[in-house]
């Protein structure tokens, strides 16, 4: 252990000197690529603390106590051995998850879409309830979520819906709901109390930055239109609302949040270039997933991931066979217990798979 801490200790010195250096500093996608692993390196240097001091108080404990000249120190050295061994085993679990080599998109922002699928207004009415479900969540972890674009249902809920949330490992986090989420209960609209089964799809994108999606201007058409409401019915007589689309893969990306036809476009774009940057990662991820044999974060966005059943107060992530019977809890934004046991899943098959790091 002291072997791969010592080779992560020399990383971040060397890292810490390259984040000074002036041309780094000019050079945007590196600076921003070295800051985030002086980051996570800085992490593993206070764990690195730890474990030398534990394992310096093990060594000085035994020592004392194999001299055993005096009592009274024999019995303080007794307790800081026994906490020392409790620790060091802790710690080195600890020290094994964090040498997993990490996702570098798990720090990112995230763009996040909602759509409603089968089950009619029903199926609008659960993605409207998963929005408030993610929005609750990411307020009680201090994120921002701001709404890019939406089309609502006719009976309440969204037949779509995108929103970008900026935070710390947002997409690291969110990365996880992307999937097929299931919903079992009585809809409003049913006369005869018979439990309906339907479904909306979660699509969670890393936000991509400039330098991450190289755009040409060439290959996109824009389009302005008037901003919609409730209904379809326009809200403004200003064409602020924009359209893009990408001409080589077909991918659209619209943005009517914003009052300013400016911000709108801008906002458009970002969700294009994390579009872009997703097919590539889709196809890294599905690589990655048929390496190790998981569905914990395949990008299979097919993949029935969890269903909520209401009759029964009932949670369950299929992908790792979890089962809570806390729903009202989990809809009102208390997804943390389930986000990690997921964590731990990957966590759990990377372990295997870079088993070389233990």
């Not at 474990?51 to 000085?60: D, G, K, M, Q, V």
């Not at 699928?117 to 659960?126: C, H, L, Q, W």
């Not at 809809?187 to 005869?192: D, I, V």
């Not at 294009?272 to 990655?288: F, N, V, W």
């Amino acid at each position: 252990m002291l072997e791969k801490l010592q080779i992560v200790k020399q990383r971040f010195d060397e890292v810490s000197d390259l984040i000074i250096q002036p041309d780094i500093i000019t050079d945007q996608k590196r600076y921003v690529q070295l800051n985030r692993e002086y980051k996570d390196l800085r992490i593993l240097m206070d764990k690195r603390e730890l474990y030398l001091e534990f394992t310096s108080n093990l060594a000085e404990a035994e020592e004392i106590i194999a001299d055993g000249s005096d009592a009274e120190m024999v019995e303080m050295a007794k307790m800081q051995y026994e906490e020392a061994k409790e620790g060091i085993p802790k710690l080195e679990e600890e020290i094994k998850v964090l040498l997993i080599p990490k996702d570098p998109e798990d720090s990112k922002n995230a763009v996040v879409e909602l759509r409603a699928g089968t089950g009619g207004d029903e199926a609008s009415i659960f993605a409207g309830d998963l929005f408030r479900m993610y929005t609750k969540y990411c307020e009680g972890k201090g994120w921002n979520v701001s709404t890019v674009d939406f089309s609502e249902g006719t009976n309440g809920g969204f037949k779509e819906i995108q929103f970008e949330v900026n935070g710390e490992d947002v997409y690291g986090t969110l990365k996880f709901e992307a999937g097929v989420h299931r919903v079992q209960r009585v809809p409003q609209t049913e006369t005869q109390g018979r439990v309906h089964t339907s479904a909306a799809t979660v699509m969670v994108f890393p936000e991509a930055e400039e330098f991450d999606v190289e755009i040409n201007p060439k290959d996109v058409r824009i389009d302005f239109f008037c901003s919609s409401g409730p209904g379809g019915q326009s809200v403004n007589t200003t064409y602020s609302a924009v359209r893009l689309t990408h001409i080589p893969t077909g991918l659209v990306a619209q943005c009517q949040d914003q009052k300013s036809q400016h911000k709108n476009k801008e906002k458009a774009f970002k969700v294009l270039r994390s579009r872009l940057y997703d097919l590539e990662l889709a196809k890294k991820m599905e690589e990655d997933a048929a390496l190790r044999g998981t569905m914990v974060t395949s990008g299979d966005r097919s993949a029935k991931i969890r269903t909520y059943n209401y009759p029964q107060g009932r949670v369950t992530d299929h992908r790792i066979g979890l089962t809570l019977y806390d729903l009202s809890n989990i809809v009102n934004g208390d997804i943390q217990k389930i986000i990690d046991e997921l964590q731990l899943a990957e966590n759990t098959e990377k372990l295997k798979a870079n088993n070389d790091v233990i």
